[in-house]
């Protein structure tokens, strides 16, 4: 058989239609082999956007200025809620004159965030707790049968007991019976419909985010709206009684008062609607090979420090004053420098998106908001080295003292000092007193991780500053002293740390205990780490400037 008319035949090039395609065509939308790639961009090579086939549709298509004929529009305009091209910010007219614009290739990366946690509600909790109520009213229809014959036959068999005269009265009764469970039925069906045709919606709702997930249409997906406020707002839950049957004495006078009554069937609705599943959420593990995604080229020397904004964006720093925002495909879509002129000594990225930086040289933290920089924090006789933000928004700042002889670890709510780490319980430094790097990373237990390079020991602290544990490196075939240079922590609560000399990152569990190493990556001179939200790893290597994003957990 033909293998390109097998149903199990691989994507081939749409060009040549023989070859296996390793390429794709952004602009086109077509699959390319290397091969013909050249005689697809003969045209106009510099309108195609050639990917390799597994990030295809990476590219965002931007929507047509209205304006501006021939430009996209990449900046959507706050004020009045549409998108704008660049021109339209610059070109002096009254309609966007003062409005601030928002970078609309990071407000689609949300919306697609949203879709996504939208999507995963859909499928794992609202859907599945549907399905259990639509299961329940099912069986209570199939037992229905069964409980009225019970019913039934309690009637018939105090029936018996009297005489012939009384079976016209059995019979209205049985005729009673029969009128409240068909009205049982109506009930419970009509209920039954209603939840049916919301799962319809839902299970329509689920394909088209399934579909806005997969496209990279900008339009429409600056169109979603989500609806899972409505699904999450369940329908009343009926609840029927059962009819009783209460026997009389027999009085052949008052044969059908006298033989017994029938309580009217009732049910009750609970507006509630009970409550959504709760889906476990299963640990992640390590992998046995953790595997190398990508690795980003910065274009630096020398890299020191990488800090996660979104999933597929990052930033960077090493000794000038210049800071990039890359993408993973390694385009550069952000520079700031700092205030004063001087390099960054460390970068952390808030919840909000904005960028902080500390400045050994003014002593000072600055933030970056909307492309303006604020002094948060000034300092008097201590130098800031490295920092994080915390789960709360608080700062933690790693600082040296003017005479280089003390350290300590500073939590700062905005400008104001809210905790000091200094001294264990004994009274003795937790840290060494030098100008030396100590990396700071909050734990998802509130513990506070700060890899001490002079010692060579990552010290772990609680949240109240009490010294919990500290790690000086595993007992192995490493040859090389323990000397830990960035640190970070993940969903799991585990404790990365880069080993620059031995070019690996060791995993330790919140207790300090060593759990493997991160070693087969080809990393060189580790020295910056993150984690993003999915917990991929990205490691910022000192020599060759390169960011590695590695994937680590399944």
């Keep these: 058989m033909d293998p390109r008319h097998s149903a199990q035949d691989v994507v081939r090039c749409d060009i040549c239609e023989t070859a296996i395609v390793q390429m794709y065509c952004d602009f086109c939308h077509i699959n390319l082999c290397v091969t013909c790639i050249g005689k697809h961009i003969a045209d106009d090579y510099q309108k195609h956007i050639v990917v390799p086939f597994q990030k295809r549709k990476s590219t965002l298509i931007y929507p047509k ?6 430009k996209v529009c990449e900046l959507l305009c706050k004020e009045c809620d549409m998108s704008v091209c660049s021109l339209c910010t610059t070109i002096s007219t009254d309609k966007h004159n003062g409005h601030t614009f928002l970078s609309l290739s990071e407000i689609y990366n949300e919306r697609k965030a949203d879709i996504t946690k939208d999507s995963e509600e859909i499928e794992n909790v609202i859907s599945p707790t549907y399905e259990e109520m639509s299961t ?5 229809i199939t037992n229905l049968d069964g409980e009225y014959v019970k019913f039934t036959t309690v009637v018939t068999k105090h029936g018996e007991e009297w005489h012939k005269e009384i079976d016209n009265v059995i019979k209205k009764m049985k005729n009673e019976i029969e009128e409240m469970k068909t009205k049982h039925l109506e009930i419970l069906k009509k209920h039954l419909d209603e939840i049916m045709q919301i799962q319809s919606l839902i299970e329509q709702s689920l394909i088209t985010l399934k579909e806005m997930e997969e496209s990279n249409e900008v339009s429409v997906t600056m169109e979603y709206r989500s609806k899972n406020k409505e699904f999450r707002k369940l329908p009343p839950k009926v609840r029927v009684s059962l009819p009783t049957f209460s026997p009389n004495t027999i009085d052949s006078e008052q044969l059908y008062k006298s033989l017994g009554s029938l309580i009217p069937l009732s049910f009750t609705t609970d507006e509630n609607g ?3 599943k709760k889906t476990e959420i299963l640990p ?8 190398l995604v990508t690795a980003i080229n910065t274009g630096y020397k020398k890299l020191y420090n990488v800090a ?5 964006e990052f930033w960077t720093s090493t000794a000038v004053s210049d800071m990039k925002c890359f993408n993973v495909q390694g385009t550069v879509i952000n520079t700031l420098k700092t205030k004063s002129g001087d390099c960054p000594r460390d970068i952390a990225v ?17 933030k970056v908001k909307s492309g303006q920089t604020e002094e948060v924090i000034r300092l008097q006789g201590w130098k800031p080295v490295n920092l994080c933000v915390t789960s709360s928004s608080d700062l933690l700042v790693a600082m040296y003292s003017d005479d280089k002889t003390q350290s300590k670890v500073v939590r700062y709510s905005g400008s104001t000092e809210k905790q000091t780490i200094q001294y264990d319980d004994e009274g003795k430094p937790l840290y060494s007193g030098n100008t030396k790097m100590k ?3 909050e734990n998802r237990n509130l513990d506070i991780c700060v890899a001490d390079l002079e010692v060579g020991a990552v010290v772990v602290v609680s949240q109240a500053g009490k010294l919990r544990f500290r790690y000086t ?8 002293a323990f000397r830990p240079f960035g640190i970070t922590t993940d969903s799991q609560s585990q404790i990365l740390t880069a080993d620059f000399d031995n070019h690996c990152i060791h995993i330790l569990d919140q207790n300090g205990q060593f759990l493997r190493y991160i070693d087969n990556c080809d990393l060189k001179g580790p020295y910056g780490l993150c984690v993003d939200k999915s917990d991929n790893l990205f490691v910022a290597e000192f020599h060759s400037g390169n960011v590695k994003k590695i994937k680590y957990l399944q």
């Design 284 to 291: 992640k593990k390590p992998m046995d090979d953790p595997e």
């Design 350 to 366: 808030t919840s909000d998106g904005d960028l902080v930086y500390t400045d050994w040289a003014t002593k000072t933290v600055n």
């Design 65 to 70: 200025c209205s304006t501006h004929q021939k």
């Design 274 to 276: 009970g409550t959504l």
């Design 136 to 140: 329940d009213l099912e069986t209570q």
């Design 473 to 480: 490196g595993h007992s192995s075939t490493k040859n090389k």
């Design 439 to 441: 990396y700071v990373s």
């Design 308 to 312: 996660c904004l979104i999933e597929e």
